[in-house]
């Protein structure tokens, strides 16, 4: 009797046999995907079967190099090219061994075979097949063609024939490609599609209306060659280039429908091609005859031709779906637009009108921005407005930077005589460019479209300062543009480096109006150079102008050292005005960097107080400099910054200075004494020496826990190191007995004060200095002891020290404590 499991353990048992019908399930299906995977690639068997494959999992042994569509492919286009080879050698060479009803038996029927066969073809899902036969019946329709031209019309134009035969051809192409597709049947399995799947060739219309193409090749060959009519034609009537142009475009405008209405993806493509490639060729040729027109006739016609090259980018972009591309197509249209009206314009006007006619189309295009076209053809006609403005102010950049830099050639020619106008003070090596009296005009223009167009946007800042800009250059390109004179240019030059100031100071951001007036301010200095007597004027006023804008909130950092400059270059005009030399001009100079110093202190900004302590060293250097050729005037010059120097280092926060002070004076002393010729070294180490022990002798007043070497030390050896080193060169005796006397005073203040530093130098000086004067008499008495006497004696002396050497180490020990104890 059978017994029955419990139900938990009968459930256990159905789970495992249940997971083991799974798992030779999932083996049994993996056998057959490779299976099935093995016989769709392997090669048909040429010889007895082999063996199996050793595992279920195994590989076949070999992959094939092709796949079965690429060997397809390629025999049907090899046969194709075949066909159509014999075609073509058939028509050319063995056409006249038949008669004229044999001729035309044979090509038609060949060519309704060829455009026959396809249907066949489809209808037995072989859909390459047809395709290949389809290309030779296209083919052999040329060669029809061709086969006409030599029958029927053999005196005909060639290029006449050809343009109509290529318009016929395109018309018989397209409703051959539109037939096949209204005959043939319902797809075959290999076009069956799925849901949301595409058959090959097929797309769909505006209204979401599928549509099938069974042949790709007819209808995209019936467009390329529709690109021929209109060309042929006008080459055949010996069109001019206007006719040329007008048929490239005319058949751009043509591609450009089919694109956006033909829902089929290889023709839009062909039709893409088309409508890029002409029109950009049919775009540029009207561009050329626009630009080399040389009346009002053929600017206008070749206006006409730009306005349809125009309106076939807007069309495009207005119908397209894309954004970019719709962007795109606006900025070409609006660009070509602006250049057919300004092309119109510029026969019209003088050369000067020519950059600001185009500019005024261009500003023009903004108006689209409020209309209710779509938002990227609104971007690109703003863009295309926006790069002729760009164009416009690149072309009035020369004559405004030759305003402003050019004024720099008169420093080689510094007082040699004002000009007549402004034109000429800013062109004394390089001319005035052709045609650029308009300029003030277009940068004023440009300036006012940023001010009004860039509104309640995160760029209206920097659109502001743009515009500040492109105004300053406009009036600083003024004088020479209308030539006016030569004071009066300078004068302009001064109003608007005080506008730009005056800007500054009540502009939210004073970085560029202060950086337009500091320019202005420097040409306008390079300017009056031509003349002694406006080098002064100009000179004194940008003084007080920068002195003055200084003192405003935030302008203090630049007009501060911009101010100190201009006094320097005052200072040295001023004594070049007097006939003064260098070294006294330097003279002058340093009340630059008294007034530097001055208004450092007496300012709250740190950074004016920086920036004006800058120009003040700037100034003194060159107030050294111009001394130099002097050296009793370099030395009072130095002695001057000195003072100057000392003087700053009064303040709390500029201590530091003070070294720099002392430097200063101790050159001005130097080159005072290299002036009298002095060349005894200690004259030159005392002045460093004295100052340096008060130094000392004051710090460790103030503070006791300073060292005797850090106070002492650097004073007694600036002085006594080389005097010893003199004193050893020195065969006279009165430096040795000075610099002994000099040594033992010192040394014997180190003793009584108890201080290392002037012990130790002081003695070790004094040593080195007794040696020097008794050297000469131990030579003396070497020479006269015998020769065994010297070694001899230092064997003694090395006998007497080792029988004392504990009792030397003991007052050694003492000497090092006594040393110890004192500072």
């Not at 090669?43 to 992959?63: E, K, T, V």
């Not at 006609?381 to 008169?410: C, F, I, N, R, Y």
């Not at 080195?768 to 070497?782: F, G, I, K, R």
Request: aromatic share 6%; proline share 7%.
């Amino acid at each position: 009797m059978t017994s029955i499991p419990p139900p938990a353990q009968e459930l256990r048992l159905l789970d495992a046999e249940l997971r083991q019908l799974d798992a030779r399930r999932a083996l049994l299906l993996t056998r057959r995907a490779w299976l099935i995977s093995a016989l769709r690639s392997a090669p048909a068997p040429s010889g007895p079967p082999s063996a199996a494959p050793s595992g279920p999992f195994a590989a076949p042994a070999h992959r094939p190099e092709a796949t079965a569509p690429g060997v397809q492919n390629v025999l049907l286009l090899l046969g194709g090219v075949l066909l159509t080879v014999a075609a073509v050698a058939f028509t050319v060479v063995s056409w006249g061994h038949l008669g004229i009803a044999g001729r035309a038996l044979v090509l038609a029927a060949l060519t309704l075979t060829a455009l026959g066969a396809p249907l066949l073809l489809l209808r037995r899902g072989l859909r390459s097949t047809a395709e290949a036969v389809a290309g030779l019946g296209l083919a052999l329709t040329v060669l029809d063609a061709y086969a006409l031209y030599e029958v029927a019309v053999p005196d005909a134009d060639g290029l006449g024939y050809a343009a109509v035969t290529s318009a016929v051809l395109a018309a018989v192409w397209a409703a051959y490609g539109l037939a096949v597709g209204t005959l043939h049947l319902p797809a075959e399995p290999s076009a069956v599609t799925t849901p949301g799947e595409k058959p090959v060739g097929a797309g769909e219309g505006p209204a979401g209306i599928r549509v099938r193409l069974p042949l790709r090749l007819p209808l995209p060959a019936a467009l390329a060659t529709a690109q021929l009519p209109l060309l042929l034609w006008v080459a055949a009537a010996d069109g001019g280039a206007h006719a040329v142009t007008a048929a490239l475009l005319a058949t751009a405008a043509f591609d450009t429908a089919v694109a956006l209405l033909v829902p089929v993806k290889p023709v839009r493509v062909v039709a893409a091609v088309g409508a890029y490639g002409l029109g950009g060729w049919g775009a540029f040729a009207a561009g050329w005859l626009s630009w080399t027109a040389s009346g009002p006739s053929a600017a206008a016609r070749a206006a006409a031709l730009l306005l349809l090259a125009a309106s076939i980018a807007l069309v495009a972009a207005w119908r397209t779906p894309k954004p970019g591309v719709a962007t795109g197509g606006a900025l070409t249209g609006g660009l070509l637009t602006v250049a057919a009206v300004g092309g119109v314009l510029r026969v019209s006007l003088s050369p000067d009108w020519t950059v600001p006619a185009h500019l005024v189309c261009a500003v023009a295009l903004l108006g689209a921005v409020r209309t209710p076209l779509a938002e990227p053809m609104k971007r690109g006609l703003g863009w295309a407005s926006g790069a002729v403005q760009a164009l416009a102010v690149v072309w009035a950049l020369p004559p405004a930077g030759l305003a402003l830099l050019g004024p720099a050639d008169w420093t080689g020619r510094i007082w040699s005589g004002a000009p007549a106008t402004a034109r000429e003070a800013v062109t004394t090596d390089v001319p005035w460019p052709a045609h650029a009296s308009t300029a003030p005009l277009v940068l004023v223009l440009v300036a006012g479209v940023l001010v009004t167009a860039v509104r309640g946007t995160d760029w209206r800042p920097q659109a502001l300062a743009t515009a500040t800009a492109l105004v300053w250059a406009a009036v600083s390109v003024v004088p020479a543009s209308l030539e006016l004179p030569y004071t009066a240019g300078l004068s302009v030059h001064g109003l608007t480096a005080v506008a730009a100031l005056a800007l500054a100071t009540r502009a939210r951001s004073v970085v560029t109006p202060l950086v337009l007036a500091v320019l202005t301010s420097a040409s306008l200095a390079f300017l009056s150079l031509a003349s002694e007597g406006a080098t002064l004027t100009v000179l004194g006023a940008l003084v007080l102008l920068f002195a003055a804008a200084a003192l405003r909130p935030g302008l203090g950092p630049v007009a501060a050292p911009v101010s100190l400059v201009y006094a320097t270059a005052l200072a040295c005009a001023a004594g070049a005005s007097l006939d003064l030399p260098a070294h006294r001009i330097a003279l002058l100079v340093l009340v630059v960097p008294v007034a530097a110093a001055v208004s450092a202190a007496r300012t709250d900004d740190a950074a004016t107080s920086v920036s004006s302590e800058v120009a003040g060293v700037a100034a003194g250097l060159l107030a050294i400099g111009l001394a130099v050729t002097d050296p009793p005037t370099l030395a009072l010059v130095l002695a001057l910054c000195g003072v100057i120097a000392a003087g700053t280092a009064v303040r709390e926060d500029r201590r530091p200075v003070g070294y720099a002070a002392a430097a200063l004076f101790v050159l001005a002393a130097w080159v005072r004494l290299a002036s009298w010729d002095v060349g005894s070294p200690e004259a030159y180490t005392v002045v460093v020496s004295v100052p340096a022990l008060v130094v000392g002798v004051v710090r460790r007043r103030r503070d006791g826990t300073v060292s005797s070497w850090t106070a002492y030390g650097p004073g007694l050896t600036a002085t006594l190191v080389p005097s010893l080193f003199a004193a050893w060169g020195d065969t006279h005796w009165l430096r040795p007995l000075l610099l002994g006397t000099a040594a033992l005073l010192v040394t014997l203040v180190g003793a009584r004060h108890r201080l290392q530093a002037p012990l130790v130098v002081g003695g070790t000086v004094l040593a080195l200095d007794a040696l020097h004067e008794l050297a000469p008499y131990l030579v003396q008495v070497v020479g006269a002891l015998p020769r065994w006497a010297p070694p001899a004696l230092a064997g003694l002396l090395l006998l007497a020290l080792g029988a004392t050497y504990e009792q030397r180490i003991r007052d050694a020990r003492r000497v090092r404590e006594v040393l110890g104890k004192m500072r």
